[in-house]
C-alpha cells in the first residue's frame, strides 16, 4: 500500500491497505497506515475509524501517535471533544511530546478553556525553552496570543506577535491574528 501511494496509484494502495487489515486484524502498523493513507485522501471518517481501531492494541510501541492522529482525525470531522480526549491520552502516553501539547492547547482554545489551554500550552513553552532544536511555529505562536489575549497579558502578547511577525509574515496565522488585532477580539 505504501508503495502503491508512493507511485501515485491511490486505488491500488487503497486496495492493499484493505487487504492487509482484513487479512489480518490485529496489524496494528497496517491500520495506522491505511488511516494515514485515508486521512491523506480526505476521508476522514474512516481514517477515524482505523485510527480508533489501533488505538486498541495496548501493546503497539507507538499508541501516542496513533492518539494523535485520531485526534488530528476528529478535528476534521469537527468533534472537538473527541479531538481534546484523543490529544489528552496521546500526552499521557508520550509524556508530553511538543506536538501533542501544541494541539490539546489549540483545542482547548476553541473550546474556550482558556485555563487548561495555559497549563498545557505553559509546558509546551517550558520545552522550547530547554530544548535547542524545538522552536516555534507559527500555529503554536498564534495559540500563545490567543491565550495571552484571553489573560490580557500584554507583555506576552506582544512578544509572540513580534516573533510571529518577524518568523512568519506571511503565514496563516499571521493574517488570522491581524485580523484578530483590527476585529478588537
Do not use: C, W
Given at each position: 500500500?505504501?508503495?502503491?501511494?508512493?507511485?501515485?496509484d491511490?486505488?491500488?494502495?487503497?486496495?492493499s491497505?484493505k487487504?492487509?487489515v482484513?487479512?489480518?486484524g490485529?496489524?496494528?502498523?497496517?491500520?495506522?497506515?491505511?488511516?494515514?493513507?485515508l486521512?491523506s485522501?480526505?476521508?476522514?471518517d474512516?481514517?477515524?475509524?482505523?485510527f480508533a481501531?489501533?488505538?486498541?492494541d495496548t501493546?503497539?510501541?507507538?499508541r501516542?501517535?496513533v492518539?494523535?492522529n485520531?485526534?488530528?482525525?476528529h478535528?476534521k470531522?469537527?468533534?472537538?471533544e473527541q479531538?481534546?480526549?484523543?490529544?489528552?491520552?496521546?500526552v499521557?502516553?508520550?509524556?508530553g511530546e511538543?506536538?501533542?501539547?501544541?494541539s490539546?492547547?489549540?483545542v482547548?482554545?476553541?473550546?474556550?478553556?482558556y485555563s487548561?489551554?495555559s497549563?498545557?500550552?505553559?509546558r509546551?513553552?517550558v520545552?522550547?525553552?530547554?530544548?535547542p532544536?524545538?522552536v516555534h511555529?507559527a500555529?503554536?505562536?498564534y495559540?500563545?496570543i490567543?491565550?495571552?489575549?484571553h489573560?490580557?497579558?500584554?507583555?506576552?502578547?506582544?512578544?509572540?506577535?513580534l516573533l510571529?511577525?518577524?518568523?512568519?509574515?506571511e503565514?496563516e496565522?499571521?493574517?488570522?491574528?491581524k485580523?484578530?488585532?483590527?476585529n478588537g477580539q
Amino acid at each position: 500500500g505504501l508503495v502503491y501511494s508512493a507511485e501515485g496509484d491511490e486505488r491500488l494502495s487503497e486496495q492493499s491497505f484493505k487487504n492487509a487489515v482484513s487479512a489480518d486484524g490485529s496489524y496494528t502498523r497496517g491500520r495506522v497506515y491505511f488511516g494515514a493513507f485515508l486521512y491523506s485522501q480526505g476521508d476522514y471518517d474512516k481514517a477515524r475509524a482505523q485510527f480508533a481501531k489501533a488505538s486498541e492494541d495496548t501493546a503497539y510501541k507507538d499508541r501516542s501517535g496513533v492518539f494523535y492522529n485520531l485526534g488530528l482525525t476528529h478535528e476534521k470531522l469537527g468533534n472537538l471533544e473527541q479531538a481534546e480526549q484523543a490529544y489528552r491520552r496521546a500526552v499521557e502516553l508520550s509524556r508530553g511530546e511538543a506536538r501533542t501539547l501544541l494541539s490539546l492547547a489549540r483545542v482547548l482554545v476553541e473550546q474556550g478553556d482558556y485555563s487548561a489551554a495555559s497549563r498545557y500550552y505553559s509546558r509546551l513553552q517550558v520545552m522550547i525553552q530547554n530544548t535547542p532544536r524545538l522552536v516555534h511555529s507559527a500555529e503554536s505562536l498564534y495559540t500563545g496570543i490567543r491565550i495571552a489575549r484571553h489573560f490580557q497579558d500584554r507583555d506576552q502578547e506582544a512578544s509572540l506577535a513580534l516573533l510571529l511577525k518577524n518568523e512568519f509574515a506571511e503565514s496563516e496565522e499571521y493574517q488570522q491574528y491581524k485580523v484578530l488585532v483590527s476585529n478588537g477580539q
